[in-house]
C-alpha cells in the first residue's frame, strides 16, 4: 500500500515563495509518475504539475507555467513543487498523487491511483 504525505504548506504574501515535499512510502516498485493538483473552496479539484518517475518530460498546467516547478528525488520517492510567483488564486488545498502503472495520460485525477491527504496553501497579504 503507498502512502503519500505531503508538507511544506503555509501562508505566504503574494510574490513570495513555497516549497511543497511529498514523499512516498510503503512503495515497493517506482511509481510510474506523481502529480500535483489543488482544490480550492467551491471548486473541482484541478491539475498543478506532473513527471514520470524515471523518465522526463514535465507537465504544468498553463496558469502555473512559469511559476512552479516540479522536480523528484528518485532514490527516496520524493516529488517536490517549487512555487514562485504566487498569486491570491494559487490559494488552495494541495495533493500529491501517485500512480503505479503506465499511461499516456497526466492531467486528471483519474489518472492516478494513490492521494495524499493535502496540505493548505493561502497566498494572501
Known amino acids: 500500500q503507498v502512502q503519500l504525505v505531503e508538507s511544506g504548506g503555509g501562508l505566504v504574501r503574494p510574490g513570495g515563495s513555497l516549497r511543497l515535499a511529498c514523499s512516498a512510502s510503503?512503495?515497493?516498485?517506482?511509481?510510474?509518475?506523481m502529480g500535483w493538483f489543488r482544490q480550492a473552496p467551491g471548486k473541482e479539484r484541478e491539475f498543478v504539475a506532473a513527471?514520470?518517475?524515471?523518465?522526463?518530460?514535465?507537465y504544468y498546467a498553463d496558469s502555473v507555467k512559469e511559476r512552479f516547478t516540479i522536480s523528484r528525488t528518485n532514490a527516496v520517492h520524493t516529488v517536490y513543487l517549487q512555487m514562485n510567483s504566487l498569486k491570491p488564486e494559487d490559494t488552495a488545498v494541495y495533493y500529491c498523487?501517485?500512480?503505479?502503472?503506465?499511461?499516456?495520460?497526466?492531467?486528471?485525477?483519474?489518472?492516478?491511483?494513490?492521494w495524499g491527504q493535502g496540505t493548505q496553501v493561502t497566498v494572501s497579504s
Open positions: 498523487a501517485a500512480r503505479t502503472y503506465s499511461s499516456s495520460s497526466y492531467v486528471y485525477t483519474t489518472d492516478y491511483d494513490y
Open positions: 510503503g512503495v515497493t516498485i517506482s511509481p510510474y509518475a
Open positions: 513527471t514520470g518517475w524515471s523518465i522526463g518530460p514535465t
